[in-house]
Structure formats: structure tokens, C-alpha cells
């Protein structure tokens, strides 16, 4: 029987075994649902105030916010796109993993403490403490909105793919359906359960992660008697790249713009997290700026413990499976972690069906909870900063402000309804990465300057801002991203004339240079007065609210 007869049929019976357990995976997967539903539903209920809307009441603890942060941040890239990118491309996917880890020193040095200090619910708050409020609020209302758009594509991409799977559905009309649904999921957690259903879904979902990584990483190792080299050596050959599988190049490094692409990735990925909105609206649901801190250390523990796990969980999908497989159910790799699982358990077995089930619904909780975590940071930015400070110029009642949040939820998630529809075949990790450069190249320049220039004015946080929005936004749309390549979204049109797949190389040094220009070149005097404020309440937390 020669090898892709074999595999083939590995396929047919992996199908037919699924279709067998399908009421069993479908119920599972239901009673997940239901049960984040539910704690949505409780939650909702203690949120009375516009500050357990936003803030979650600022009653979470250290332990709890690091739980939730890190349920935030592993999100559907993590799990399904950095597995899939390890399983095709062996080292040069392992490169997610350790960007994505990285960031978070950035995020604890520069970040953690001066915001928790000198914010109340939103990025906007900070920016506009010392600048003109309407246009500085106006400009990170639009700017928390786009990178949550952009990375709400990524996770609507990981929903469709993995019900697919398991519901067995291969035709387009039943994968935009899936994503409608996982849309309307999320409008329901974020209208009814506020910060507080949110925070509470996450703290669940990143144990259940946990859980079921660890279960996973120790099965794959115990298939090779707990040899690592084993493992990589079986990966590497199975994977037809043989020893260049488990060196630099498969990816990035063949051609000098590979090389390029590889830096500018890296770079969006260490300085993105920093300016992502809703990372940073988490930093508000603890009531003090040491427990912003500590929370962090929690999440970088909890982190990189499960950034670990995917280099297992990767090479063994290598290794186990192989990627003619891994690519037969989705071209771009986001598939390889549940297959793994029901490889794990047995194809064909109840025990595959019930471990591929378990560890999808999994995956799903972290769609739902980090997709709801980036609506809840767009529409609040959108009700606090535009709605009540620039529309109504702060005399809306925060009964108005929470109405205007939730139709802001609504309509934010129907158009990621729609985007991520069409973008739904992209590889997931690749998507966040492009979320990352657009908040590293909009919202970190204005974020460091705010901190820490005295100089900085309101021109210089409106050119920084829209700058770096606007030229991350247009070189990702001529990129191969778009256009002019098999996986791209719009694979028959070629508009391309940039060379690279993340624009970070470009947008990131242009937000920060244009940040400087704009309020070099300003004619408006920066209040010394309002920084020195702002100084000593990032610093120590004096009137933090």
C-alpha cells in the first residue's frame, strides 16, 4: 500500500470515525458553550456601574487578572496557528512562539504600571490627559477599533475552521455561517456580561488551555519514550525538509525579502503587544498599579509554560501525522492541533472522538473569550472616548455611555461578521501578526511619548496615531497578504507592490518618527504643567482612580 494511498485512507477513516462520534462532539462542544454562557449570564447580573462594565469593578486580584491576561493572550493564533506553523515549517514557526513571549518584558517594563496609573477605562484616557481631549480621544477610538478589527479576523478565521472540522462542513456558505454564529456568540457575552463575564470566561478558558496543552505535550512525549531528539528527529524527517526543518531559513531567509519579512515580523511582535487595546484595558480591572505588576509576572509564567507546550505540540503533529495530511484538512496549517488530538486518542476510537472534541471546544472557548475581550476594548473606547467625550462632550450619564457601548458591540460585530468571512481560509498566527503591527506602529509611539516626552503635543499624537494606522493599513493592503499569492485573501487579483507580508519594518520607525516631527514642528506649547501631573501619577498612583 504506498504511502499517500495510506494517508489517504488515514483520512477517510479519521472522516467516517468523526461522523460516527459527531452527536457525542456536537453535545460536548454544547455543554462548553453553555456552561461560558452561563457564567456570562451571573456575571452580568453584579454588573451595575460603567466600572464593572469597563473595569470589572477593579475587584480582580493579581493571580485572577495574570490568569485572565493570559486567557486574553493565547489566544486562537497561539494555540492553532502557532501548532500549524511549527508543523509545516518546523523552526521558523517555533519564531511566533518566542516573539509573542518576548513582548511581554515590554509590556511589564514600559507599560503595566504607568497606565494602570494614569488611566480610568481606555487607552484614550492616558493620551488625551495632557492634549487636546476631543481629537486625541477621537484618534484612539479609531485606532483601538482598526487592530481590534484586524485581530478579530484572526480568531472569526480559527472559529470557522475548527466547527468545521468537527461538524464535518466543507462548503464556503456553511464556514460563513459558523463565523455568523461565532459573531453573535460574542455579541451576547460582551452586551450582557461586561468586563466582569468577560474576565471571569477568560480565567476558565486559559485552565481548560492549560489543561488540555499539558495532557497533549505529555502523550506526544510519551509516544517517544520522553526523547526530545527523538521527537525533533522524527518531525524532521517526516516532514521531506529533513535536517533544514529544525534550522532558521524554511520560512524566512531563502531570499533577502524573506530575511526582511522575518525582522519586520519580529519586531511587530515584540513591540505589539504593548499597544494592543485590549491587553491594555486589562491593566484596569486590578485596584492597584503593584498588582498591575504582579499580574504580569503571573501571565509571563502562565505564558511561556504554555508557549512551551506548542514547540511539543508542532513537532509532534510533524512527526505524527505529517503535513500532507495537516494540509489536506486546511492549507494553512490551523487544523494540525486537533487532529493531533484525535490522532492522540486513537483515530476511529471514541477515545480520538472524545479528546478531539474536548480540545476543540477548548480552542473554541479561547475564540469566544479573546474575540470578546477585543469587542468589550473597541466599543468601550468607542463610548467612552468618541460617544461621551467627544459627541456629547462629557455630559453623557453613564446609563447613556453603557447603552452606547452595547449598539457599539453590535455593530463592531458585524463587520468583523463580514471581514472575517472573507478572510477565513489566511493562517491565523499570520493575521495576529499583522494586528500587532498596526498597534505597534499606531498606539505604542503615542503611548511611550504620553509617558515619557515632555515635548509631545496633540499634533504630534494625531500625526503619530494616523500615521502609523494609516501606513500599516495600506501596505498590508498591497501586500501578498491581499494579493498575488495561492494563500492570499484575494488570490486571482495581483495588486502587490510591497514586497512583505507584515509592515512593521516600515509603519513602526514611521509612527515614532512622525510622532517627533508633528510635535516638533507644532505651534502649541506643551503644558509642563499637566505632564509633570501626569508624571507623578503614572509613577506613584497618586489619584488613581
Same mark, same amino acid.
Given at each position: 500500500?504506498?504511502?499517500?494511498?495510506?494517508?489517504?485512507?488515514?483520512?477517510?477513516?479519521?472522516?467516517?470515525?468523526?461522523?460516527?462520534?459527531?452527536?457525542?462532539?456536537?453535545?460536548?462542544?454544547?455543554?462548553?458553550?453553555?456552561?461560558?454562557?452561563?457564567?456570562?449570564?451571573?456575571?452580568?447580573?453584579?454588573?451595575?456601574?460603567?466600572?464593572?462594565?469597563?473595569? +470589572?469593578?477593579?475587584?480582580?486580584?493579581?493571580?485572577?487578572?495574570?490568569?485572565?491576561?493570559?486567557?486574553?493572550?493565547?489566544?486562537?493564533?497561539?494555540?492553532?496557528?502557532?501548532? +500549524?506553523?511549527?508543523?509545516?515549517?518546523?523552526?521558523?514557526?517555533?519564531?511566533?512562539?518566542?516573539?509573542?513571549?518576548?513582548?511581554?518584558?515590554?509590556?511589564?517594563?514600559?507599560?503595566?504600571?504607568?497606565?494602570?496609573? $494614569?488611566?480610568?477605562?481606555?487607552?484614550?484616557?492616558?493620551?488625551?490627559?495632557?492634549?487636546?481631549?476631543?481629537?486625541?480621544?477621537?484618534?484612539?477610538?479609531?485606532?483601538?477599533?482598526?487592530?481590534?478589527?484586524?485581530?478579530?479576523?484572526?480568531?472569526?478565521?480559527?472559529?470557522?475552521?475548527?466547527?468545521?472540522?468537527?461538524?464535518?462542513?466543507?462548503?464556503?456558505?456553511?464556514?460563513?455561517?459558523?463565523?455568523?454564529?461565532?459573531?453573535?456568540?460574542?455579541?451576547?457575552?460582551?452586551?450582557?456580561?461586561?468586563?466582569?463575564?468577560?474576565?471571569?470566561?477568560?480565567?476558565?478558558?486559559?485552565?481548560?488551555?492549560?489543561?488540555?496543552?499539558?495532557?497533549?505535550?505529555?502523550?506526544?512525549?510519551?509516544?517517544?519514550?520522553?526523547?526530545?531528539?527523538?521527537?525533533?528527529?522524527?518531525?524532521?524527517?517526516?516532514? +521531506?525538509?529533513?535536517?533544514?526543518?529544525?534550522?532558521?531559513?524554511?520560512?524566512?531567509?531563502?531570499?533577502?525579502?524573506?530575511?526582511?519579512?522575518?525582522?519586520?515580523?519580529?519586531?511587530?511582535?515584540?513591540?505589539?503587544?504593548?499597544?494592543?487595546?485590549?491587553?491594555?484595558?486589562?491593566?484596569?480591572?486590578?485596584?492597584?498599579?503593584?498588582?498591575?505588576?504582579?499580574?504580569?509576572?503571573?501571565?509571563?509564567?502562565?505564558?511561556?509554560?504554555?508557549?512551551?507546550?506548542?514547540?511539543?505540540?508542532?513537532?509532534?503533529?510533524?512527526?505524527?501525522?505529517?503535513?500532507?495530511?495537516?494540509?489536506?484538512?486546511?492549507?494553512?496549517?490551523?487544523?494540525?492541533?486537533?487532529?493531533?488530538?484525535?490522532?492522540?486518542?486513537?483515530?476511529?476510537?471514541?477515545?480520538?472522538?472524545?479528546?478531539?472534541?474536548?480540545?476543540?471546544?477548548?480552542?473554541?472557548?479561547?475564540?469566544?473569550?479573546?474575540?470578546?475581550?477585543?469587542?468589550?476594548?473597541?466599543?468601550?473606547?468607542?463610548?467612552?472616548?468618541?460617544?461621551?467625550?467627544?459627541?456629547?462632550?462629557?455630559?453623557?450619564?453613564?446609563?447613556?455611555?453603557?447603552?452606547?457601548?452595547?449598539?457599539?458591540?453590535?455593530?463592531?460585530?458585524?463587520?468583523?461578521?463580514?471581514?472575517?468571512?472573507?478572510?477565513?481560509?489566511?493562517?491565523?498566527?499570520?493575521?495576529?501578526?499583522?494586528?500587532?503591527?498596526?498597534?505597534?506602529?499606531?498606539?505604542?509611539?503615542?503611548?511611550?511619548?504620553?509617558?515619557?516626552?515632555?515635548?509631545?503635543?496633540?499634533?504630534?499624537?494625531?500625526?503619530?496615531?494616523?500615521?502609523?494606522?494609516?501606513?500599516?493599513?495600506?501596505?498590508?493592503?498591497?501586500?501578498?497578504?491581499?494579493?498575488?499569492?495561492?494563500? $492570499?485573501?484575494?488570490?486571482?487579483?495581483?495588486?502587490?507592490?510591497?514586497?512583505?507580508?507584515?509592515?512593521?519594518?516600515?509603519?513602526?520607525?514611521?509612527?515614532?518618527?512622525?510622532?517627533?516631527?508633528?510635535?516638533?514642528?507644532?505651534?502649541?506649547?506643551?503644558?509642563?504643567?499637566?505632564?509633570?501631573?501626569?508624571?507623578?501619577?503614572?509613577?506613584?498612583?497618586?489619584?488613581?482612580?
Amino acid at each position: 500500500m504506498s504511502a499517500a494511498h495510506h494517508s489517504h485512507a488515514v483520512i477517510q477513516l479519521a472522516a467516517s470515525s468523526t461522523t460516527e462520534h459527531r452527536p457525542l462532539i456536537i453535545s460536548l462542544f454544547a455543554v462548553f458553550v453553555a456552561a461560558t454562557l452561563g457564567i456570562t449570564v451571573w456575571a452580568g447580573r453584579q454588573t451595575k456601574s460603567a466600572s464593572d462594565f469597563y473595569a +470589572g469593578g477593579r475587584q480582580f486580584t493579581a493571580f485572577q487578572n495574570g490568569l485572565a491576561v493570559s486567557g486574553d493572550y493565547m489566544s486562537a493564533a497561539s494555540f492553532l496557528g502557532i501548532a +500549524g506553523a511549527i508543523a509545516l515549517f518546523g523552526y521558523d514557526g517555533f519564531l511566533y512562539s518566542i516573539g509573542f513571549l518576548v513582548a511581554w518584558l515590554v509590556a511589564l517594563l514600559l507599560v503595566a504600571e504607568p497606565l494602570r496609573n $494614569s488611566g480610568r477605562y481606555t487607552m484614550g484616557d492616558v493620551l488625551a490627559y495632557r492634549m487636546r481631549q476631543r481629537p486625541v480621544r477621537t484618534a484612539a477610538g479609531v485606532s483601538t477599533i482598526v487592530v481590534s478589527i484586524f485581530y478579530l479576523l484572526a480568531q472569526m478565521a480559527g472559529a470557522g475552521v475548527l466547527v468545521s472540522l468537527l461538524l464535518g462542513i466543507t462548503s464556503d456558505a456553511g464556514k460563513i455561517l459558523i463565523v455568523a454564529l461565532v459573531g453573535v456568540l460574542m455579541i451576547v457575552y460582551v452586551t450582557i456580561g461586561g468586563m466582569k463575564g468577560t474576565t471571569w470566561v477568560q480565567m476558565v478558558k486559559a485552565v481548560l488551555l492549560i489543561a488540555g496543552a499539558l495532557l497533549m505535550t505529555l502523550m506526544v512525549l510519551w509516544k517517544f519514550d520522553f526523547n526530545v531528539s527523538d521527537l525533533l528527529g522524527t518531525a524532521a524527517e517526516k516532514s +521531506g525538509h529533513g535536517a533544514a526543518f529544525l534550522e532558521p531559513g524554511l520560512k524566512y531567509g531563502a531570499t533577502g525579502v524573506s530575511k526582511l519579512d522575518f525582522i519586520s515580523l519580529g519586531i511587530a511582535l515584540v513591540l505589539g503587544t504593548a499597544g494592543l487595546p485590549h491587553i491594555l484595558i486589562r491593566f484596569y480591572t486590578v485596584p492597584t498599579a503593584k498588582a498591575a505588576r504582579k499580574s504580569v509576572n503571573w501571565a509571563i509564567g502562565i505564558i511561556g509554560a504554555f508557549y512551551l507546550m506548542t514547540i511539543a505540540l508542532g513537532f509532534g503533529a510533524a512527526a505524527l501525522i505529517g503535513p500532507e495530511e495537516i494540509k489536506a484538512k486546511n492549507p494553512a496549517g490551523n487544523a494540525a492541533a486537533p487532529q493531533l488530538a484525535e490522532y492522540l486518542g486513537g483515530v476511529g476510537t471514541t477515545g480520538g472522538a472524545v479528546l478531539l472534541a474536548v480540545i476543540s471546544a477548548v480552542a473554541f472557548a479561547t475564540i469566544l473569550a479573546v474575540v470578546a475581550g477585543l469587542t468589550l476594548a473597541s466599543s468601550s473606547s468607542f463610548a467612552h472616548d468618541i460617544y461621551a467625550n467627544v459627541i456629547r462632550r462629557g455630559q453623557a450619564t453613564e446609563k447613556e455611555e453603557m447603552r452606547a457601548a452595547r449598539w457599539a458591540t453590535v455593530a463592531i460585530g458585524i463587520v468583523s461578521i463580514a471581514l472575517g468571512a472573507m478572510a477565513r481560509d489566511l493562517n491565523v498566527a499570520g493575521l495576529v501578526a499583522l494586528a500587532f503591527a498596526v498597534a505597534a506602529s499606531a498606539n505604542l509611539p503615542t503611548i511611550l511619548y504620553s509617558l515619557f516626552w515632555k515635548r509631545f503635543t496633540t499634533q504630534g499624537a494625531l500625526w503619530s496615531i494616523y500615521g502609523g494606522l494609516a501606513s500599516s493599513v495600506l501596505l498590508v493592503l498591497f501586500s501578498p497578504v491581499v494579493s498575488g499569492k495561492a494563500s $492570499s485573501m484575494f488570490p486571482d487579483a495581483d495588486f502587490a507592490w510591497f514586497p512583505l507580508e507584515n509592515p512593521g519594518l516600515i509603519s513602526i520607525p514611521l509612527g515614532f518618527l512622525l510622532g517627533w516631527i508633528g510635535s516638533v514642528v507644532s505651534k502649541e506649547e506643551p503644558d509642563a504643567g499637566k505632564y509633570a501631573e501626569l508624571e507623578v501619577k503614572s509613577l506613584t498612583g497618586t489619584g488613581a482612580h
